[in-house]
Nanobody
């Protein structure tokens, strides 16, 4: 199992930007961004359901939740050891704990849907808090 550690969260005003990082140890992400596995980010806020945000596969194909499309960008460095989430034009509703994760996908649902399902998430970190204020 790969060990994941998120960082880069904090407090920011609406309209601002943050870049989250997820470092892998023990293993790289190489095993988890191909085949029926993806790597990505999800978020969890109090009183709200878990929401998959973004995923990326081995050829660089990305998927985004409608709520963040056009504002967030997921990327992976060429060593496959660090996953990033660039967050621009932040809104109050983006306030949440953000987690990077590996997820098992299937042909019956989109990668974002799979990432929103706790039962399909195989690895995740402790999270990093993002708080957006007006």
């Amino acid at each position: 199992q790969v060990q994941l550690v998120e960082s880069g969260g904090g407090s920011v005003q609406a309209g601002g930007s943050l870049r989250l990082s997820c470092a892998a140890s023990g293993y790289t992400f190489k095993l988890y961004h191909m085949g029926w596995f993806r790597i990505g980010w999800f978020r969890q806020a109090p009183e709200k359901k878990r929401e998959g945000i973004a995923t990326i596969d081995s050829d660089g194909t990305t998927s985004y939740a409608d709520s963040v499309k056009g504002r967030f960008t997921i990327s992976l460095d060429n060593t496959k050891t660090t996953l990033y989430l660039q967050m621009n034009s932040l809104k109050l509703d983006d306030t949440a704990m953000y987690y990077c994760a590996t997820v098992q996908i299937s042909g019956s649902m989109s990668p974002i849907q799979a990432l929103s399902d706790p039962l399909r998430t195989t690895n995740w970190g402790q999270g990093t808090q993002v708080t957006v204020s007006s």
